[in-house]
């Protein structure tokens, strides 16, 4: 099963550094054992466009799509058997640590 997850930044992070995982360790792990499709980091929210059309017009703003502390930094796709071995992958992300890590199920269309 596919599972988008997301990775975000947190106004509480981990106080204990010693204690967050290396992130390059994470995605050799999760590359070897094939549960990590693709991922990434994005660039900065000033960076981004948001994209509305309303009444037949395309309106764009500059900036994240929505006004938070929050943001998302990153994304994985991950291929796991299930959803407990999704959530143990994303435990061991260090931004499960320093930021929260949401996942998602693509859907079954």
């Known amino acids: 099963m596919k599972y988008m ?11 204990d550094e010693s204690r967050v995982p290396d992130i390059e360790v994470w995605v050799a792990e999760n590359d070897a054992a ?4 693709t991922g ?27 006004e938070t502390k929050e943001v998302i930094v990153g994304f994985d796709i991950l291929e796991c058997a ?16 320093n930021g929260r890590i949401e996942l998602r199920p693509f859907a079954d269309l």
Request: net charge negative.
């Open 5 to 15: 997850m997301f990775v975000c930044t947190d106004t509480e992070p981990e106080t």
């Open 34 to 37: 094939g549960r990590r499709v």
């Open 82 to 97: 299930d959803l407990d071995e999704a959530i143990a992958v994303a435990a061991a992300h260090p931004m499960a640590y």
């Open 40 to 66: 990434s980091v994005l660039g900065a929210t000033s960076a981004a466009t948001t994209v509305r059309v309303r009444g037949g017009e395309v309106l764009l703003t500059d900036g994240p799509f929505t």
